[in-house]
């Protein structure tokens, strides 16, 4: 089983120097080999692969000098990720390779092989750079493979470690009715479960607009290139990662606690992409992170050997009578209750979709009649 490992790096002023350099350069070859890939199919109609691209790194080294100060595996690596960039793009069509920018608010660079960590002594040992010190808040055991070092745009540097434990992923453990939960994921309450159980949306976001404002505005309001806009921005910064990692949190500790309290969670599909394009409710889905929520659902559930079961998107989940099946077809989305004309069961809107995915999940797997 392969499992990353995130760590804080404290470098010194130096050390921060280079580790910049190696982020750098590799985003220049990053945006080199896409050009390369791009150029070569436009006169030749025939992709170059990766390797033939590190067959011209040593050309490219002797135009570049600089390029030599860095880790030769670390730039050989960006060739690999042009190539996986464009597997995905005919794979999967999420888009066309983009080339990177020094903007972006994380930068990072990988590092194939040949370092090490000292969880005695505190540090991380790269090539080319020496020995960095970390933060271990956790050990673990297993063969190093690729780490990522990072810097975020607060200037904050961390390297993510993937090991591999040769652990066995946990076979899945059966469930029944009882055993599984219905998820129905909102605005108002975060999640509504099909027991009848409501997590409040924390709104993070929302909650922090006022002083964004006010932090944006001071970044408008200076100059330019001077370093009263760096400060500001740092600050800015600052509470754009601080609400990250408070979402961040309340996911992972919602996410845990759904897992370990189930054998196999229901869950509807949304079309995310779909509805951030109603300007209304645009900036309350970004702030829930639905998305984000769904995918530490998935991966906790494969650690813990637990089940994730997924509806369609065209489920009638809220217009459905959980009691006796009616469809109320006129029901609109500020509609948040309802009373149900054929059984008179009145129902909260959300937890009657709740109930309806966990019903509609089930029936799929042939463990409930209909």
Request: net charge positive; glycine share 4%.
């Given at each position: 089983?392969?499992?990353?490992?995130?760590?804080?790096?404290?470098?010194?002023?130096?050390?921060?120097?280079?580790?910049?350099?190696?982020?750098?350069?590799?985003?220049?070859?990053?945006?080199?080999?896409?050009?390369?890939k791009i150029k070569t199919y436009e006169q030749t109609k025939k992709s170059i692969?990766?390797?033939?691209?590190?067959k011209l790194m040593p050309s490219l080294k002797t135009e570049n000098p600089w390029l030599a100060d860095v880790n030769s595996q670390s730039l050989q690596g960006m060739t690999k990720q042009v190539e996986s960039a464009f597997t995905r793009f005919f794979r999967e069509k999420k888009?066309?390779?983009?080339?990177?920018?020094?903007?972006?608010?994380?930068?990072?660079?990988?590092?194939?092989?040949?370092?090490?960590?000292?969880?005695?002594?505190?540090?991380?040992?790269?090539?080319?750079?020496?020995?960095?010190?970390?933060?271990?808040?956790?050990?673990?055991?297993g063969e190093l493979k690729t780490a990522?070092?990072?810097?975020?745009?607060?200037?904050?540097?961390?390297?993510?470690?993937?090991?591999?434990?040769?652990?066995?992923?946990?076979?899945?453990?059966?469930?029944t009715e009882v055993t599984t939960i219905g998820i129905d994921v909102g605005i108002k309450d975060f999640v509504v479960l099909s027991n009848g159980e409501k997590i409040e949306?924390?709104?993070?976001?929302?909650?922090?607009?006022?002083?964004?404002?006010?932090?944006?505005?001071?970044?408008?309001?200076?100059?330019?290139?001077?370093?009263?806009?760096?400060?500001?921005?740092?600050?800015l910064a600052k509470l754009y990662e601080k609400i990250t990692?408070?979402?961040?949190?309340?996911?992972?500790?919602?996410?845990?606690?759904l897992v370990s309290e189930n054998q196999a969670i229901a869950l509807e599909t949304l079309n995310v992409k779909g509805m951030v394009k109603n300007h209304h409710l645009a900036q309350a889905i970004g702030d829930s992170a639905w998305s984000s929520f769904v995918t530490k659902l998935e991966y906790k559930a494969e650690?813990?050997?637990k089940t994730i079961l997924r509806i369609g998107q065209f489920e009638p989940s809220s217009k459905l009578c959980s009691v006796c099946g009616?469809?109320?077809?006129?029901?609109?989305?500020?509609?948040?209750?309802?009373?149900?004309?054929?059984?008179?069961?009145?129902?909260?809107?959300?937890?009657?979709?709740?109930?309806?995915?966990?019903?509609f999940a089930l029936m799929d797997q042939n463990l409930i009649g209909i």
């Amino acid at each position: 089983m392969m499992k990353a490992y995130r760590f804080r790096l404290y470098p010194t002023v130096e050390q921060s120097i280079q580790l910049d350099q190696h982020i750098g350069s590799c985003r220049f070859v990053y945006n080199w080999a896409l050009d390369q890939k791009i150029k070569t199919y436009e006169q030749t109609k025939k992709s170059i692969s990766r390797f033939d691209l590190n067959k011209l790194m040593p050309s490219l080294k002797t135009e570049n000098p600089w390029l030599a100060d860095v880790n030769s595996q670390s730039l050989q690596g960006m060739t690999k990720q042009v190539e996986s960039a464009f597997t995905r793009f005919f794979r999967e069509k999420k888009g066309f390779p983009k080339f990177k920018s020094k903007k972006n608010p994380v930068q990072a660079f990988p590092i194939p092989q040949h370092y090490s960590v000292n969880f005695e002594t505190g540090v991380v040992k790269l090539p080319k750079i020496g020995e960095i010190k970390a933060v271990f808040h956790r050990n673990f055991v297993g063969e190093l493979k690729t780490a990522t070092v990072s810097k975020t745009c607060t200037g904050k540097y961390y390297i993510s470690i993937l090991v591999e434990n040769n652990e066995e992923l946990p076979s899945r453990q059966s469930f029944t009715e009882v055993t599984t939960i219905g998820i129905d994921v909102g605005i108002k309450d975060f999640v509504v479960l099909s027991n009848g159980e409501k997590i409040e949306n924390p709104k993070y976001l929302k909650n922090s607009l006022q002083r964004l404002k006010i932090l944006q505005k001071r970044v408008s309001r200076k100059q330019i290139g001077s370093k009263n806009r760096e400060k500001a921005k740092q600050l800015l910064a600052k509470l754009y990662e601080k609400i990250t990692n408070q979402r961040n949190d309340f996911q992972n500790k919602l996410s845990f606690k759904l897992v370990s309290e189930n054998q196999a969670i229901a869950l509807e599909t949304l079309n995310v992409k779909g509805m951030v394009k109603n300007h209304h409710l645009a900036q309350a889905i970004g702030d829930s992170a639905w998305s984000s929520f769904v995918t530490k659902l998935e991966y906790k559930a494969e650690w813990y050997g637990k089940t994730i079961l997924r509806i369609g998107q065209f489920e009638p989940s809220s217009k459905l009578c959980s009691v006796c099946g009616y469809h109320n077809s006129n029901l609109t989305l500020k509609d948040r209750e309802w009373v149900c004309p054929d059984c008179k069961t009145k129902h909260d809107r959300d937890l009657n979709a709740a109930i309806n995915i966990k019903k509609f999940a089930l029936m799929d797997q042939n463990l409930i009649g209909i």
